[in-house]
Nanobody, 120 residues
Framework: QVQLVESGGGLVQAGGSLRLSCVAS????????MGWYRQAPGKQREFVAA???????NYADSVKGRFTISRDNAKNTVYLQMNSLKPEDTADYYC??????????????WGQGTQVTVAS
């Protein structure tokens, strides 16, 4: 099994910054794409950002220019640097990682979520 543990959420004033981290552990052989999603109260989960094993990144239009995703392959960790936060960024943020486990079976795992609250 592959486990994901997120950290870094919290309460911040509008215009502030937060950095989320997500560490993957377990029976990992290789990791392909690492990403972040978020779910605001009463809304569906939405894509935020993703980064491939080769370093290519993709962002939702709503966060382009404000959020930066990065990864440390040696640590099986993905980060989300969030700057210029807005109240509409308030949500639970979930890490998603896919890859192949030590049995060479593909996996797609989700973290438990970390709460981000942006006060106006």
């Amino acid at each position: 099994q592959v486990q994901l543990v997120e950290s870094g959420g919290g309460l911040v004033q509008a215009g502030g910054s937060l950095r989320l981290s997500c560490v993957a552990s377990g029976n990992i052989y290789s990791i392909y794409t690492m990403g972040w999603y978020r779910q605001a109260p009463g809304k569906q989960r939405e894509f935020v950002a993703a980064i491939t094993s080769g370093g290519s990144t993709n962002y939702a239009d709503s966060v382009k220019g404000r959020f930066t995703i990065s990864r440390d392959n040696a640590k099986n960790t993905v980060y989300l640097q969030m700057n210029s936060l807005k109240p509409e960024d308030t949500a639970d943020y979930y890490c998603n990682v896919n890859g192949r486990n030590t049995r060479l079976v593909n996996f797609d795992s989700w973290g438990q979520g970390t709460q981000v609250t942006v006060a106006s």
